[in-house]
């Protein structure tokens, strides 16, 4: 079945319908990633967005479903160049297509993706939409395009009770682990990966989950040894009630680990300010460096809004990773509390694991190591 995708420049690409065949509207965004198709699927950042796979040959491996982010794919639609409609992979438990169908969403394959990018990349992120009705006059869905904006987000993604997540068998943690046996960490869901939770159990923490709408003195109340703040998707500036919880988190002595959205969020909840990009980071090769090593690792990033370093209060926070292609802010240390924040992905999943160490720093930062 014939597809289209009109952005709201009035730019029409044709190609062929993929999952789901109902019309949606969503912010178009692009992930450079070559591997990892599911994991982007499953990550609850991509809510209200439809993503472009730059990638040109997107299925080829299935659905591996224990690699799944969460319990299912939250982007609005999905944009490849080629489907692999035939997986070859033992691990593989079904067809990206039926994957799709399953849950809903839309998608179209046979566009140049490509030149779709280079348009986000120059004019900047837009609105578009996902079609197989033809029309005749674009006026009236382009009115719908630009009207359409990302709002609540974070309630739609973040789970409706806390729970423990469950722990890893100990015989799988190495000798880098131990460091965090018995320590307790109570995970605030904005939108949180598994693999954070997991990257927290497998260096034997205990991790409780609560709802991104929770209160301070309740995750206080129960004296985690650890706050971690998760990633999420949507604009910071519109979780004013998140905000004004976290800056209480920032108030207590408990070490505090923030991960993407959650950066951002501290960052407001301490007077600094966040701005939209152009086209926003999306991928598993962006650099970083280390200011205070000037060492660079290679990170995966998902994210369309970065905290202004000009607005950090220099006697109360300080830049302390830097994106090396553009200059961005990739992290921030705080002046006296035991409290530091990355705008990048160490948790990634399939990678790349480079930063990874930071998960051991939290932990020393709890403790662990004494």
Same mark, same amino acid.
């Given at each position: 079945?014939?597809?289209?995708?009109?952005? /709201? #420049?009035?730019?029409?690409?044709?190609?062929?319908?993929? !999952?789901?065949?109902?019309?949606?509207? $969503?912010? %178009?965004?692009? @992930?450079?990633?070559?591997?990892?198709?599911?994991?982007?699927?499953?990550?609850?950042?991509?809510?209200?967005?439809?993503?472009?796979?730059?990638?040109?040959?997107?299925?080829?491996?299935?659905?591996?479903? /224990? #690699?799944?982010?969460?319990?299912?794919?939250?982007?609005? !639609?999905?944009?490849?160049?080629?489907? $692999?409609? %035939?997986?070859? @992979?033992?691990?593989?438990?079904?067809?990206?297509?039926?994957?799709?169908?399953?849950?809903?969403?839309?998608?179209?394959?046979?566009?140049?993706?490509?030149?779709?990018?280079?348009?986000?990349?120059?004019?900047?992120?837009?609105?578009?939409?996902?079609?197989?009705?033809?029309?005749?006059?674009?006026?009236?869905?382009?009115?719908?395009?630009? @009207?359409?904006?990302?709002?609540?987000?974070?309630?739609?993604?973040?789970?409706?009770?806390?729970?423990?997540?469950?722990?890893?068998?100990?015989?799988?943690?190495?000798?880098?682990?131990?460091?965090?046996?018995?320590?307790?960490?109570?995970?605030?869901?904005?939108g949180a990966k598994k693999n954070?939770?997991?990257?927290?159990?497998?260096?034997?923490?205990?991790?409780?989950?609560?709802?991104?709408?929770?209160?301070?003195?309740?995750?206080?109340?129960?004296?985690?040894?650890?706050?971690?703040?998760?990633?999420?998707?949507?604009?910071?500036?519109?979780?004013?009630?998140?905000?004004?919880?976290?800056?209480?988190?920032?108030?207590?002595?408990?070490?505090?680990?923030?991960?993407?959205?959650?950066?951002?969020?501290?960052?407001?909840?301490?007077?600094?300010?966040?701005?939209?990009?152009?086209?926003?980071?999306?991928?598993?090769?962006?650099?970083?460096?280390?200011?205070?090593?000037?060492?660079?690792?290679?990170?995966s990033q998902n994210h369309g809004?970065?905290?202004?370093?000009?607005?950090?209060?220099?006697?109360?926070?300080?830049?302390?990773?830097?994106?090396?292609?553009?200059?961005?802010?990739?992290?921030?240390?705080?002046?006296?509390?035991?409290?530091?924040?990355?705008?990048?992905?160490?948790?990634?999943?399939?990678?790349?694991?480079?930063?990874?160490?930071l998960f051991d720093r939290f932990?020393?930062?709890?403790?662990?190591?004494?």
């Amino acid at each position: 079945m014939k597809a289209f995708l009109i952005l /709201e #420049d009035g730019t029409v690409f044709c190609g062929n319908s993929i !999952g789901s065949d109902r019309e949606v509207i $969503s912010e %178009i965004v692009f @992930n450079t990633s070559m591997t990892g198709y599911l994991e982007v699927l499953t990550d609850p950042s991509y809510a209200g967005q439809a993503v472009v796979m730059t990638y040109p040959l997107i299925g080829n491996y299935g659905i591996c479903t /224990e #690699d799944m982010e969460s319990d299912r794919p939250w982007p609005d !639609g999905f944009i490849v160049r080629e489907l $692999s409609r %035939i997986p070859s @992979n033992f691990r593989s438990g079904d067809t990206i297509q039926n994957f799709l169908k399953k849950y809903d969403i839309p998608g179209i394959c046979g566009i140049d993706t490509r030149a779709l990018t280079k348009i986000l990349r120059e004019k900047g992120t837009m609105n578009g939409m996902i079609t197989t009705h033809v029309y005749q006059d674009y006026a009236e869905p382009v009115k719908r395009m630009k @009207n359409y904006q990302v709002t609540g987000v974070v309630k739609a993604v973040s789970c409706e009770k806390k729970y423990l997540f469950p722990s890893v068998d100990g015989k799988n943690r190495d000798r880098q682990t131990h460091a965090g046996e018995g320590r307790r960490v109570a995970l605030l869901d904005l939108g949180a990966k598994k693999n954070i939770a997991r990257s927290l159990t497998e260096r034997g923490c205990e991790v409780t989950i609560y709802p991104g709408y929770t209160p301070a003195e309740e995750i206080l109340a129960a004296n985690p040894d650890g706050i971690m703040l998760s990633n999420g998707p949507g604009d910071p500036k519109e979780n004013v009630e998140i905000i004004r919880e976290i800056r209480k988190l920032y108030e207590s002595d408990v070490p505090i680990f923030a991960i993407c959205l959650g950066h951002q969020l501290m960052a407001l909840a301490t007077g600094a300010d966040t701005y939209k990009l152009k086209y926003g980071h999306r991928g598993g090769n962006h650099p970083v460096m280390d200011l205070a090593t000037k060492r660079v690792y290679i990170s995966s990033q998902n994210h369309g809004y970065a905290v202004d370093p000009e607005s950090l209060d220099p006697k109360v926070a300080a830049p302390a990773f830097v994106n090396v292609n553009d200059g961005t802010n990739e992290g921030i240390a705080y002046v006296g509390k035991n409290i530091f924040t990355v705008q990048f992905h160490p948790e990634a999943c399939p990678g790349p694991r480079d930063s990874g160490y930071l998960f051991d720093r939290f932990i020393e930062m709890m403790g662990g190591n004494q």
